[in-house]
Structures are given as C-alpha cells and as structure tokens.
C-alpha cells in the first residue's frame, strides 16, 4: 500500500495536475481534499487539454476511482461541466467518481458576499478568485453551511431559507440585490438530482481501500504558502492546505500517508494580492516575459519571480517532503544568467520565512545567487543525462538547498515530457 500526498511548495500554479496525472497510472484511487474550484490544474495528454477545478486530475487513468473528499467545498454547476467534459471526451465519470454528501455547498450569496467585501476592503482587498470559497468556509466554520447530506434529510430547504433571509440582509446593506429563495431553490433541487448518482459516503471505500492495500494519491489544491495557517495570511486560501489536511478532508489516517511529493515549479509565480519577495517587476524584460503565464481558474496574469529556496526549503520541512519535482525547466532555456533567491535579510538581520508575517515578508531583502543558463531547447530530454550541464547543476542546487531528492523533471506540459530519476 501506498498512499502519496502530492502538494505544491509555492503559491500554487506549480503544475500539481500535470504531476498527478503522471502519477494516477500507478494509482487505485485518485483524491481531492481541500479547497474548491478556486484551484485549476491543466493536464495535456492522449485525450486532449482539459482545465480542471474540481474533479481530481488523475480520473483520465482508466484503473482509477475518483475522490471528493469532504474537505472540498463545491459548485455543482462547475462539477457538472467537468462531468459533462470528461463524458464527451470519452473518459467516463459514472462510476468512477465519488463525491462525498458531507461536502459543503458554494451558493450564489457566498459569490456575491465575495466580491462585495473585496469590494469594501478597497486597498486592503486581498486578491481572490471570486468563486465564493471564504463565504462558504467562512459558513462551515459558524454552522451556517449546506452540505449534500441536507437534501438527503429533507433538511435543505429549511436550512436555505434561513440563509437567504441572513444573507440577503447582508447583501442589500453592502448594496447588492436580492436574490429570489425560489429561484435558487430549484436551481440547487435540479443540481442535486442530476449529482445524486455520484454522491456516496467515502468512509467505507477509503477505509476498505486501506485495509486492501490499495494505492492511493492525494491530490492539493493551491499551493503550502496560500494555507490557512502558514501561508501569507490574510493574503491566503480558507483552507488547510498541507498534507494533514488529507485527514479531515477524507478520512485518511495522518500514519497511512507514505510519502509525500513536493511539485516545485522552476521559477516562481503567483495570482493575487500578497508578498512575493522574489518577485520581477520589470513587465518589459526578457525574463518577465519568458515567465509570464494565465492562470487557469481565473484568466488573470500571475506575477512572477525568480526561484525562491526559502519558500521550498520551508515547505519540504513543514510537510515532510520526501521527494520533489521539478517542473517547467524547460522555460528557463535561452538565458544566459538565471537568479535564485537563496535566504531574507530584515533590517540587516537574516531571517527564515517563519520569523516574518506576511507584512514582513513584504519588506525582507532577497539574497540572490546567480548561476550559468543554458541555450539548449531541453524539451525532448528524457533522461537526466541529456540535460545540459548547467540545467543539471541547477536541479543539484535545488536539491542541496531543499533537502530533498528531485526525482521527476518536467520539460513540457504534455504528460511525457517528464524525466524520472
């Protein structure tokens, strides 16, 4: 039995799905515990391009079972999309995809509530997907949710009345429009019956599985440093996102989880509002340019910025990383000279990531290392040894500075360009 946790060591948008997709083929089960469709991973492979938010990556493995944990808060309109995308490009979801009944509900206030306080916050807005994941978890964490298992218990309607007359309250004096209970009643009764079939509680399949020696792979959304706790706060996500979270979002055992791979991307990126101390504001370089990327959930540009080891470092420490992989090195090809961000000054002191809050973080000084590029296109590399000797000088480095063995090398975005070591 295996049961390998897979998260990303920045701030998310590291390439996790491209990972788990690799990955899956090995894999019995397939889980999300975490967030919701604020999280987008882009998987490229034999049945074409597909950006995901909900359904974890590794269904398009035929042997595998699809999870949604608990701990995944969801629109079931985005759910029913990416069913209905993965039905027509022939991967088939009935009865290969689970969705847990304790799983809580994004509804049309919690998007509405979101961009309305962002909106009050003014300058202090805090950058988010505005897909209503702070209302929803704000409203699990007060008792004011709804879940999948309401509907069950007939308990739905009550509890969404009491909502809406709370939550239109809210709305109007934030200057907002009301919404219709009926309206939204139904809209959400249609959801539930068209879900219905795929909802199954995963105690039984998850401690089944276990006791069976099955293989699983979890799967995280967004990245260590958008964690509730030990990420940029407030600049982060509503929930848990290091591999403890496995264990209250599905049931997982913290003593099953057998390894945990960090997904390190080769630069550093980030959506949203928050401290990058690495981070490249020159818009009209070479390097901004090479680095500059959409993000999948939201359309928006992601900032960008040289690598960071403080940031690994600290993630291979907080989740017990015991294996990482780098992605997208090839983007670096082309450069002469490639900086790395290698520890934080404040005030002439050096520091650790865990001695600043995010406001300090915003303030350290960066110190860099600056290291040979490499002109070669590495992209058809398939093996360690076809690398170029700076690109693998530049892996040696990451190794040494994060503690931890790269094993996988991405190369390209397509599932096979990708280096095991």
Not at 291 to 302: H, I, L, M, N, V
Not at 315 to 343: F, H, N, P
Not at 371 to 397: C, H, N
């Amino acid at each position: 039995m295996t049961v390998i946790s897979v998260i990303g060591t920045q701030w998310g948008d590291e390439g996790k799905g491209k990972v788990v997709d690799y990955l899956a083929g090995q894999m019995d089960y397939v889980a999300r515990f975490n967030g919701g469709n604020n999280a987008g991973h882009t998987v490229m492979n034999e049945y074409g391009t597909f950006k995901i938010h909900l359904v974890p990556s590794g269904i398009f493995a035929q042997n595998t079972i699809g999870l949604i944990g608990g701990g995944v808060v969801i629109d079931p309109q985005v759910l029913l999309e990416e069913i209905d995308m993965l039905n027509e490009a022939g991967v088939g979801a009935e009865g290969r995809l689970w969705v847990s009944p304790r799983s809580h509900l994004i509804m049309p206030y919690h998007k509405i509530l979101d961009g309305l306080y962002e909106k009050a916050k003014g300058a202090g807005a805090t950058g988010t997907t505005l897909r209503g994941i702070g209302p929803v978890f704000a409203d699990k964490v007060s008792y004011n949710g709804i879940r999948w298992s309401d509907f069950a218990s007939e308990m739905f309607e009550a509890r969404l009345k009491v909502q809406m007359e709370l939550k239109n309250k809210i709305i109007v004096a934030l200057g907002g429009e009301v919404l219709n209970y009926e309206k939204v009643r139904d809209t959400y009764g249609e959801y539930y019956a068209r879900l219905r079939p795929y909802i199954r509680e995963l105690f039984d399949i998850v401690q089944d599985g276990l006791k069976a020696n099955k293989h699983f792979l979890l799967e995280q959304a967004m990245g260590t440093f958008l964690d509730t706790d030990w990420g940029t706060y407030p600049f982060a996500t509503a929930s848990t996102t290091i591999p403890s979270a496995a264990s209250a979002g599905l049931g997982i055992p913290p003593r099953y989880i057998t390894n945990v791979v960090g997904v390190t991307k080769a630069y550093t990126t980030r959506v949203g509002a928050g401290p990058l101390p690495t981070e490249i504001h020159d818009t009209a370089s070479e390097v901004y340019k090479k680095f500059g990327e959409t993000a999948a959930t939201t359309g928006r540009t992601r900032r960008v910025g040289w690598l960071d080891l403080e940031i690994v470092r600290t993630a291979v420490q907080l989740s017990g990383i015991s294996e990482l992989c780098l992605t997208k090195l090839d983007i670096l090809s082309g450069l002469a000279e490639i900086k790395v961000g290698t520890g934080y000054k404040l005030n002439g002191k050096s520091v650790r990531y865990a001695d600043v809050d995010a406001y300090g973080l915003d303030e350290v000084e960066v110190d860099y290392k600056t290291v040979k590029g490499w002109t070669e296109d590495i992209s058809q590399a398939r093996s360690f040894d076809e690398l170029p000797t700076q690109a693998k000088d530049y892996v040696k480095m990451i190794e040494d500075a994060a503690g931890a063995p790269v094993k996988w090398i991405g190369v390209g975005p397509e599932r096979d360009a990708t280096i095991r070591r």
